[in-house]
């Protein structure tokens, strides 16, 4: 698998990064499969969050991968939702933060970002606990989730080391960034500008985006592949899966990367299976008419 510098970090990191939001209910030998599945293949960086099932995706995870393997493995993971409210303030994210240490069985994070923007964000308060966390050494590089560049430029403007990471939906069935961009000056609801130009801002300051749930259509509506509400777009990927010799997983994510954005996207599933289906889209680049087929296939117009 190839790879990219994450942000402006000077971390390299594969384009694919494994999500571990549904590994709470599994058991320990489950998870090392999983672990092992990912490695083999190429995909050693995993993206938790303090809140994924309630805590105990860390925990299944820490005691699931050996001392030894700690180097080997690149660890990101977020903090911020809370029950009824989401918290950027100091004592939660440093208290967060050695949450997490204790269950995933560490003494440092390599990524942490902020999940979901919180209104009653102070940057230096942010800035206090991102420093601490930086010079203890508990946390390496730091981005964000969910933001649009504006909230983004606020918290930069208090921090000393650069957001490397800004984390947002996005999948052939949620494409309101590209849309936006295609659709300029135009009046239909696709030239609706939703983001701020989020995309474009992060390409322009180097920060890396990851999709999560590239293959979810609306927000955890289900899966669009092999879904009878989408036949057009299941048989154009299809047609294309079936000339790359690869399953249409594949070719949902390597629609991702092809993008020159040098996107991360982030699996969400935990079959063996599929997991190595998404990993082997990054040797699979699609061409210039097929990705346009494929985003005419999920019913979006070019103006």
């Known amino acids: 698998m190839y790879k990219i510098e994450l942000g402006k970090s000077g ?10 939001m549904r590994i709470s209910d599994k058991s320990e030998k489950e998870v090392s499969a999983f672990v092992d599945t990912a490695l083999s293949n190429g ?41 009824g409210r989401f918290d950027f303030s100091y004592e939660h994210i440093v208290n967060s933060v050695n949450g997490s240490l204790e269950r995933l069985g560490t003494d440092y994070i390599d990524v942490l970002l902020l999940h979901r923007p919180d209104a009653l964000m102070e940057p230096e308060e942010v800035a206090k606990a991102f420093d601490e966390l930086k010079a203890a050494g508990k946390v390496r590089h730091f981005g964000v989730s969910n933001q649009n560049p504006y909230q983004m430029q606020l918290l ?31 009046y ?40 009878e509400k989408f036949p057009e777009l299941n048989a154009k990927m299809a047609e294309i899966a079936e000339k ?13 990367l092809r993008h020159p954005a040098k996107m991360q996207p982030v699996t969400g599933t935990t079959n063996l299976e599929r997991l190595a289906d998404c990993i082997k889209a990054t040797e699979v680049k699609l061409t210039r008419e097929e990705w346009y087929e494929i985003y005419r296939a999920a019913g979006n117009v070019l103006p």
């Open 156 to 186: 930069q403007s208090c921090l000393d080391m650069p957001l490397c990471v800004n984390q947002l939906q996005f999948g052939i069935m949620h494409a309101p960034m590209i849309q936006a961009g295609i659709n300029v000056n135009m």
């Open 43 to 83: 995909a050693n960086f995993f993206d938790h969050a303090d809140i994924y099932g309630g805590g105990k995706s860390e925990s299944v995870f820490g005691k699931a991968i050996s001392s030894s393997m700690r180097d080997k493995v690149i660890i990101q993971t977020k903090c911020g939702i809370r029950q």
């Open 244 to 256: 790359y010799g690869v399953s249409k997983t594949t070719v949902a994510f390597a629609w991702i």
């Open 188 to 227: 239909n609801d696709s030239a609706v500008n939703r983001d701020g130009g989020v995309l474009d801002f992060c390409r322009l300051n180097k920060i890396t985006i990851q999709p999560w749930s590239p293959m979810q259509y609306g927000f955890f509506k289900g899966c669009f592949i092999d879904n």
């Open 11 to 20: 971390l390299q990191v594969p384009t694919v990064a494994v999500g571990c």
